[in-house]
């Protein structure tokens, strides 16, 4: 199925750009006209994964986040985010909850979350190369209000 629209971002992996992804995506999104719930889903995915980006792929550098997403007729909305990082040796063992490279100071819910809040994900990586996070969620279509 063709999308009726899509766009693409790309920017630092900077801290303070995890809340331009979130916004970026929310702000698209907004066009298949989703609940404050799935919105709000929607956005916390994309920060899990943007800050998997900025704490993990790039480690003590800077690199570039690239997000695309699409919408679809039918409601559903694609998001990839992906970097060109160190990438993931094990996906599996990463997408355990509570399982972190990066110590005490995270909690390891960065895959669950994004899979409890999006209806899909699929998570692929090559080591030295980078990490693709494809997310889609399906926005429950509402009849429209009748117009007097």
């Known amino acids: 199925m063709k999308p009726m629209n899509e766009m693409s971002v790309s920017f630092l992996s900077c801290s303070a ?3 331009f992804g979130r916004a970026a995506v929310a702000v698209f999104a907004a066009q298949l006209d989703p609940t404050i719930d799935e919105l ?3 956005k916390t995915a994309v920060s899990e994964a943007v800050t998997n980006c900025i704490v993990h792929a790039y480690k003590d550098t800077i690199g570039l986040i690239y997000i695309t997403c699409k919408l679809y007729e039918n409601g559903r909305i694609t998001i990839k985010i992906h970097d060109k990082g160190c990438g993931i040796e094990n996906i599996e063992q990463a997408m355990q909850p509570l399982f972190s490279t990066a ?4 909690a390891g819910l960065g895959f669950a979350v994004m899979e409890s809040f999006m209806d899909k994900l699929r998570v692929t990586s090559k080591p030295g190369r980078g990490t693709w996070v494809t997310m889609e969620k399906n926005i429950k279509r509402r009849p ?4 007097s």
Request: negative net charge; glycine residues 8%.
């Open 17 to 19: 750009n995890e809340s």
């Open 103 to 106: 110590g005490d100071e995270r």
């Open 40 to 42: 709000s889903d929607i």
């Open 144 to 147: 429209k209000e009748q117009k």
